[in-house]
Structure formats: C-alpha cells, structure tokens
C-alpha cells in the first residue's frame, strides 16, 4: 500500500495550488494592465503582490483546514496576520476578502468544496492566522510560499506558488505552481533571454508566455509531473492531463546550463561565475526569479540551480521544500554547498545549511561544483 500514502494530501495540494495560480494571474492581470508596475518595487503595503500573498494564504488554508480540520493542522507560511489586521489595513483586507471569495467560489471546477456563503473579513483573517506553526522535527507540517518570487511577480516573469508537506523533518510531498513557466521545453531560456534583451519591456504579448505548469511529486516515487494549467473557464482535468518530467542527462559541464537568482543581493553572482569557469560551464548564467529555479532543473530546462547568499542570511523552509523534492524525484541531487542534505526539521529556518545550495540533474556535475566550491572558497570573501 506504499503507493496509496499522502494521496489525499497530494491530491488537495494539486489542486489548491491550481486554483492559487489562477488567483496570481488574475490579480497580475489587473496589475500590468494598469502599466503601473514599476511603482512597485517591493512589497509595500497596497502592491498586488500584498493582495496576491495574502489571498492565497488564505484560501490554502481554507481548503486545507477544510479537508484536515483546523483542530489538526499545522501551516508554516511567510506571511503574518499581525499587518493584516490593523484599522489601516481595512482597504486592503477588503481586496484580499473579495479576491479569496472569488476564488474559492470556482472550487468545484478544480475538484473541491466551495464555502456554502462567502466568507467574511474574520474568516479570511483566521484562515491566515492559522499559519503560524513553526514547525520543527515532530509530525506533520504543511510548509507554503504563497507568492515566491515578488519582484518576478511585479515584472510579469517567474514566480510560484510553493505548498510541500513535511512529516518527521522529511519533506514528502512537494507542488510548485508556476503560472509563468512557458510550456515547451526551452521556453523558459527564449522567455528570460528575450526579458534580459529587454528588461523594461512589460510582458508585451501575454499570450506568447502565458501558458503556467504546476509541477508536483510524493517522496519515493522516483516520479515527478506536471500539470498544465487549465485555460478560461474550463474545468481541471486530472491526473489524466499530466506528464512525466525528468531530469536532463546531460553530464558535461560545457554543455549544461545552470541557473541562479536574478538578485545580486540573493547570490554572489562573481563567485558562482568563478565557479562556473573553474568547473567548465560555458553558457551564460540563466538568472530566474522564485522557485522556477529548481522547477526548470526538475524539468530538464536547465543543469545546475546554485544559490549563494550573503553570510548571515538564513534560508526559510518555504523557499525550497517543494523544489528540492521535485529535483530528487525528478532523478537530480539537491545538497547544501558542503554535499550535506537540507535539513528540514529545524523551525521556520535551514539551519546549519553550508554556504549555499547546489541542486543539479545528476551525481557527476554535482560533484565537480562541490569540489570547485572547496577550491575557491578560501580565496573569496564570502
Ligand atoms: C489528526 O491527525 C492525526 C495524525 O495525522 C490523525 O491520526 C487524526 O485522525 C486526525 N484527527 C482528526 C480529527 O482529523
Ligand atoms: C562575492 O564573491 C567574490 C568572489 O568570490 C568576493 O570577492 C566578494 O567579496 C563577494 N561579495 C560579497 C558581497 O560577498
């Protein structure tokens, strides 16, 4: 019966995340059409990504604690009720409200229960606050980045939504919904070259892109899928749409193409451009937004995702719990910068992670970067 555990969690999770998708796309849709979103650089209290954070906390929560009971679940989410329930934050709380309600009011197209009436503004706020676990090494954990990504989400590129399971400080179930990941294999290198040609250009022809994948697996199937998202008002048609995505086989370092954060501020770019040259990489650094990192190694788009941040700077669970599971069971490797594995039981932090995360397609190109990680070490500042 080994197959059958988390299937209902796995199942949920798929489908939430569907629906959370959606929601992304709808509030960035009112975003870029107002061509406003360079006013928003970072997560000031009325950007869309705020409404976008908080809606889709919310209606995951509200799903979850509907198929699990609220008694009995525990969510380790990014945001905080705290901002949300402030007087000032009345217009605000009544965008979230309307967005969630809309929503969860399409449920039933993705396989799920609708609330029998709207939700109200304490219902919303008590789905969110329900999101404050801490996690750590004992028992069931649902770990979620309701929008991964800000500023992909801001610029009309990659973002996701990250939901992952963790039970006994493992991480077995894992969907990344990424609403901006183009379809077709290698789109997503057409997609960022044509943004880095052309960063101001604000996603010209949506339809080009706009086509989104949800990627999802369960710890020791060796099996990662992925769902397309469904169009317009059509209803989910699941699992049967879905296909097997793996690894890429490539092996040789000047042909594989790695990936890292587009942010400065979130990686050293110059050491893993010294990497890069110590280990043979060719191909310019292919620089994502969010998670779509380690979905674009799950599916063969790309080698290597390698993440250095700055000392001091401590990883949090939500921003790679769903992606390390699909890369391993996607057929790649994912370890910190030490070869160890992440290590999920601590609370809200990867702590004693080792410099950096290495995730890669397969064992060999993992070790060279390892290796090439001991050698330049000592001779850089970080
Ligand atoms: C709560 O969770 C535990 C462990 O997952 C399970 O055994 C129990 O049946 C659940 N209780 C309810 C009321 O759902
Ligand atoms: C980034 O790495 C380079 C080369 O390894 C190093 O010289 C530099 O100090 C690092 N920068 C930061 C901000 O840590």
Known sequence: ???????????????????????????????????????????DDNS???VADWSVQATVSWVLSETFGSQNISIVAEEDVQTLSKP?????LAMVVSTVNECLSKAPRFGLKSPA???GSSEVLEAIGRCSAAGGPVGKHWVLDPVDGTLGFLRGRQYAVALALIDNAEVVIGVLGCPNYPDKKNWLVKHEQHYHVMPELPFSNPGMWEEGCILYTRRGSSEAWMQPLVH??????????????RVSSIDDPALATFCEPVEEANSNHSFTAGLAQTVGLRKQPLRVHSMVKYAAIARGDAEIFMKFARAGYKEKIWDHAAGVLLVQEAGGVVTDAGGQPLDFSKGMYLEGL???????????????IISAVYA????SNL
Not at 376 to 379: C, H, I, V, Y
Request: proline fraction near 2%; charged fraction near 25%; charge should be neutral.
């Open 376 to 379: 330049s070490w000592d001779s």
């Open 117 to 119: 009436q709207a939700l």
């Open 232 to 245: 317009g008002d059509n209803k989910l048609v699941w699992p049967n749409s879905a296909r097997l995505v």
């Open 354 to 368: 080792d410099r950096g995360v290495v995730a890669c397609c397969g064992a060999k190109l993992h070790e060279k």
């Open 48 to 50: 869309p990504v705020t």
């Open 88 to 92: 000032e934050s009345a217009g605000l």
């Open 1 to 43: 019966m080994e197959e059958e555990i988390y299937s209902l969690e796995l199942n949920v999770a798929v489908r939430v995340v569907h629906m959370a998708c959606l929601l992304c796309r709808s509030v960035q849709k009112g975003l870029l059409s107002t061509s406003t979103f360079d006013q928003f650089k970072s997560k």
